[in-house]
């Protein structure tokens, strides 16, 4: 049962190499929690942002309604996992006392057992991974232990996918503003030569232009430029 679990991490691993899009990747997080863990049929993945949760990942629609009955309500396993960090492993009859509305729903789904570990990506990602069976008591101890140290892994594979995306935004945004910069530069220097300006009316000339077309100063400055020498500008 470990080779399972390492396998589905070894696929995750390589999605990260691959997979931009942070939903994308929580759609492969509860495709693969299936085959990782035995017991599990169908999964969702809860993300709360400012403490308001969503479902960001589902294997089938009709999970979305079982976990808008937890949301609508404030309780449920994905919710009690997220908020005290711990594993939550429940049966129908247990969750129709605790939590009589989701039940409903739950059942409806043909769901009755109920499996939830957290999920702590960072600050603005914490939740859970939820995990549904049609056979009452469908989840054992094993299975528990499997979905926590699956869930381990992923927040942590998660935690440096969204490092990753942070810093290369990040460079994407300082190359934009280094690009920008060199082409208002040049734009002020054609003027300065042509027009016997300082830099300070130069820049002036650029901003003035901005402001009567509407467009950013780097457009109009690219566009300035490439009227100069020759070029087409690139359209932005």
Request: aromatic share 4%; net charge negative.
């Amino acid at each position: 049962m470990l080779d399972e679990v390492t396998g589905a991490l070894d696929s995750l691993t390589d999605l990260l190499h691959q997979e931009d899009d942070f939903h994308l990747l929580l759609r492969q997080v509860c495709a693969q929690v299936t085959r990782a863990v035995p017991g599990v049929e169908e999964a969702t993945v809860t993300l709360l942002a400012d403490g308001m949760p969503q479902t960001a990942a589902a294997t089938r629609e009709v999970l979305l309604d079982v976990d808008n009955e937890q949301y609508r309500t404030g309780d449920g396993p994905c919710l009690e996992a997220a908020k005290t960090g711990e594993i939550v492993r429940v049966a129908v009859g247990e969750a129709r006392d605790r939590w009589p509305a989701f039940t409903r729903v739950a059942e409806d789904a043909g769901v009755v057992s109920f499996l939830s570990a957290p999920l702590h990506v960072n600050a603005g990602n914490s939740g859970a991974i939820n995990c549904y069976s049609t056979r009452p008591g469908g989840f054992a101890d094993l299975d528990a232990r499997l979905l926590n140290l699956y869930t381990v892994m992923v927040s942590a594979a998660c935690r440096s996918h969204l490092r990753y995306l942070e810093a290369r935004a990040l460079a994407e945004g300082l190359r934009s503003a280094l690009d920008s910069r060199a082409v208002i530069e040049q734009a002020k220097g054609i003027l300065m030569a042509a027009r016997g300006l300082t830099a300070d009316e130069a820049f002036t000339v650029l901003v003035r232009q901005s402001q009567r077309e509407n467009l950013k100063l780097r457009t109009v400055a690219e566009r300035f430029v490439a009227k100069v020498s020759g070029s087409p500008a690139r359209n932005r």
